[in-house]
Each structure stands twice: as structure tokens, then as C-alpha cells.
């Protein structure tokens, strides 16, 4: 695993040293992220080189994940529908299930640790027990708040206020809690499995392995299999580009422990798809860093249909890669995708099939695209800025 110095080659001397100037402030400080779980999703992709560089940096760090039930994710994964807006019912067990396992889940805490970082809305309950707790809390909301629905809202947010600050990705995210809010996009790890640079061989090797054929351009969609990825769209667009070039079509995913409609999804997918000789849907398991890595890199294009999306770390990733992307608008993307810049933003699935025609049709505008993207993440969503912001942000909350 790449350790801090290594990344001088990616982001310079100067960040490098200024990562260990904020950190020697910082030297022995306990931090405890608490999320929902250990792989899958954005979340667990983000804590896996967070917490190791942090501890690199000399903090005591701690990643706890809370214990819940089939239910309880049922519960929160309806919350987390919620807060983008689709409409559900919350029932009082719900909300008795929520509680319950938050209750369940109050040792978890580190009654020393100088900062306690709740992830999402899974663990916020824990706030509960904050007025008798020495250390600074924060609740980091990766998700986009701004149409959460009102029953949901009001059911969270006192927990979200008993926090001494919230952390979003973008401004947009903003919410009226009474405590400071910071605002810090994230970032994708350069040095990676997932992001490094793949010889020709293992990308034959992976291709081989996936059993996808490299004789047609590849569109290419990695995401969990969740509705607000809108896989059912992708295949549309999909069957729009292919009336007018030959490309196949890849949707590759895993599940997360957090998501129990994944399965679901994935099962909708497969009808909308079936009979299809140029679709392939693929099942990831959780260690398939490489063969994500490889599908980005080999992608003619990259899409991103999300409904919403908090950030949208896959477009980062293809980013990097210097892919052409298209992708929806929504929340964290319209930070990253800069229309005709870095990549082509597409609202109906009518535009996105244009967007994609267009860039197989033009190789120079598929080149500028990638080298714009490749460029824009280098500046702005790469490890060890992401890390230093963290530091900055804690080194604020110290004084
Ligand atoms: N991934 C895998 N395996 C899979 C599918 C995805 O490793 O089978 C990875 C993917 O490469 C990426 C991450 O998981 O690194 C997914 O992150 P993201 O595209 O950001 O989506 P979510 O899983 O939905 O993550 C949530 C928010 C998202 C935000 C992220 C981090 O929905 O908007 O960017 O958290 O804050």
C-alpha cells in the first residue's frame, strides 16, 4: 500500500509537506469513523485509504462498523431513498428499529476518542449519547440532503444537530442545523489497485477472464445495483447509440451489506437485458479493484446515469483515466463534469444516447474530453488533498 511520500509524484513536494506540517499539530489525536460497512459503495471505498493515510500522518484512528439487522438496513436504506426525494412510508416500527439498534450500538463509541466521524445516516442514532462524550462530533452526509423528505428529516436531524458540525461534499448541501458546516468534495486513490496504471497484458488477462469480446467499443456503467444509478435507463440509452453505432454495452456491480435492494435491482437488470448477445452484466465481487480498473480503462465511453448522486466516485475514477464520460447533472457530478469540458453532462436518456454517439463518432473529442477530466481530478478529488483538507478541517475543529 502506497504510503504518503508516494504521492510527490502525483500532487508535488509542496502538498507533502504540508500534509505533515498540519499533521505533526495533530500527532497522537484519536479519530473514530463509524459507517455502516466494511465494502461496497462510496463510504467503505473512501475509509479504506483514508484511515491507513491518517494513521500514516500520526493520528490514532479507529473505523467501527454498527451491528444491525436485516431490518435495520431495510430501515436506513428507506432513509436513504429518502433523502433523495422518492417517496416512501415510514411506519412507527420503523422508526422503533432505528432506535433500537442504535441503542444496541452506543459501546461502540470510543468514550476517548478526541473525534467522532458518523458516516451517512446509519450510525447517526449514536448521537444520542454525545452530551456525555469529551470528544468533537461530526456527521459527514455523503449524500445529497436537499430534497430529503420532511418526515425522514425530522426523525434524523436532531441526532444531526447534536453534532458539533456536519461535513458535505458540495455547498449545494448546505443545512440550516446550527453548527458549522464544511464543505470537502472526496477523493479517489492514484496509487490504487482500482486507479493505478494496468499493462496491456492484464488488461487482456481481466478482459479474458470477464469473457467481454474487444471488438466492439465499450460503454461501460460501474455502480451498485441500486435505482437511483437508473441501470434500466443505461440499457435504453444503450439500445438508442446501437442504432447507429456498433458498441456493447457493459453494467458491472456488486452488492454493498448496507443495500439490501441490490439483489433486486440486479434481477430487473437481468430481465430488461435478457436475450441481449451485446449486454453483459456483470456481478463483481467485493475485491475487484483490477477488473473495475480495467473496464474504466477499456470503456469507449463511460456513463453515469444517476438520479442523484452525493459525489459519484465511479465518474472520478474513469475520470482519472482520462475516459470520456457522460453522466447526469445531479449533485457531486456537476462538480466534475463540466459540459463539453470535461465530459458531456446528458439529462434524458435520449440526450445520453446523442452524448455517447457523439463521442464514438470523434475520437479528437473523446481525447480532449478524457485529457480535460484527467486534469481537472489531478487539481481537485486526488488522495492527498482530500487528506489534507481532513486535517485542516480537524485541526479547526481542535481550536
Ligand atoms: N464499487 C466497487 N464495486 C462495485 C461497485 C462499486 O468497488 O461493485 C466502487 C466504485 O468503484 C466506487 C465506489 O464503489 O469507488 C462507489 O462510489 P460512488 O460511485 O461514489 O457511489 P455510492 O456507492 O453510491 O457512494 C455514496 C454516494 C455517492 C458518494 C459516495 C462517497 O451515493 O454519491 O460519492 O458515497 O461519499
Known amino acids: 500500500m502506497a504510503g504518503i511520500r508516494d504521492y510527490q509524484v502525483v500532487v508535488g513536494e509542496q502538498l507533502i509537506e504540508e500534509i505533515y506540517e498540519l499533521a505533526r499539530q495533530l500527532k497522537g489525536c484519536r479519530v473514530q469513523h463509524i459507517n455502516s460497512t466494511l465494502t461496497g459503495g462510496g463510504v467503505a471505498e473512501i475509509l479504506k485509504r483514508l484511515v491507513p493515510m491518517m494513521e500514516e500522518a500520526g493520528l490514532e484512528v479507529r473505523w467501527d462498523v454498527i451491528k444491525g439487522d436485516e431490518e435495520f438496513f431495510r430501515v436506513t436504506k428507506t432513509f436513504h431513498n429518502a433523502f433523495h426525494g422518492v417517496p416512501v412510508q415510514i411506519t412507527p416500527a420503523m422508526l422503533d428499529t432505528y432506535r433500537r439498534i442504535s441503542r444496541e450500538n452506543y459501546d461502540l463509541v470510543d468514550p476517548r476518542a478526541g473525534f467522532v466521524i458518523l458516516h451517512d445516516q446509519q450510525p447517526l442514532g449514536l448521537a444520542e449519547i454525545r452530551p456525555g462524550h469529551p470528544g468533537r462530533w461530526l456527521w459527514y452526509c455523503h449524500i445529497d440532503p436537499v430534497d430529503v423528505d420532511r418526515e425522514v428529516w425530522d426523525f434524523l436531524s436532531p441526532w444531526a444537530r447534536r453534532c458539533d458540525a456536519a461535513i458535505y461534499h458540495i455547498q449545494a448541501y448546505a443545512r440550516n442545523l446550527g453548527h458549522r458546516q464544511y464543505f470537502m468534495p472526496p477523493a479517489i486513490d492514484p496509487l490504487a489497485d482500482k486507479n493505478r496504471e494496468v499493462s496491456s497484458t492484464e488488461i487482456a488477462a481481466v478482459m479474458e477472464r470477464l469473457g467481454i469480446p474487444a471488438d466492439l467499443p465499450l460503454v461501460v456503467q460501474i455502480s451498485r445495483f441500486d435505482r437511483l444509478k437508473d441501470p434500466l435507463g443505461v440499457i435504453q440509452a444503450f439500445r438508442l447509440v446501437r442504432q447507429e453505432v456498433l458498441c456493447r454495452l457493459v453494467l458491472a456491480g456488486g452488492g454493498a451489506t448496507d443495500d439490501p435492494e441490490g439483489i433486486q435491482v440486479l434481477q430487473e437488470v437481468r430481465q430488461a437485458a435478457a436475450g441481449d448477445p451485446d449486454i453483459f452484466i456483470l456481478e463483481l465481487p467485493p475485491a475487484s479493484d483490477l477488473e473495475i480498473n480495467v473496464l474504466q480503462r477499456v470503456a469507449a465511453v463511460v456513463v453515469q446515469k444517476s438520479v442523484r448522486e452525493g459525489f459519484g466516485l465511479t465518474v472520478t475514477e474513469a475520470m482519472w483515466k482520462s475516459r470520456p464520460v457522460v453522466a447526469s447533472p445531479v449533485g457531486g457530478i456537476t462538480v466534475q463534469i463540466i459540459d463539453g469540458e470535461t465530459g458531456l453532462a446528458a ?53
Open 347 to 399: 439529462v434524458t436518456t435520449e440526450e445520453m444516447a446523442r452524448a455517447v454517439v457523439r463521442i464514438l463518432r470523434d475520437p479528437s473529442l473523446a481525447e480532449k474530453l478524457g485529457q480535460n477530466a484527467r486534469e481537472h481530478v489531478k487539481k481537485n478529488f486526488i488522495l492527498p488533498i482530500y487528506l489534507k483538507r481532513w486535517l485542516e478541517m480537524l485541526t479547526a475543529e481542535q481550536s
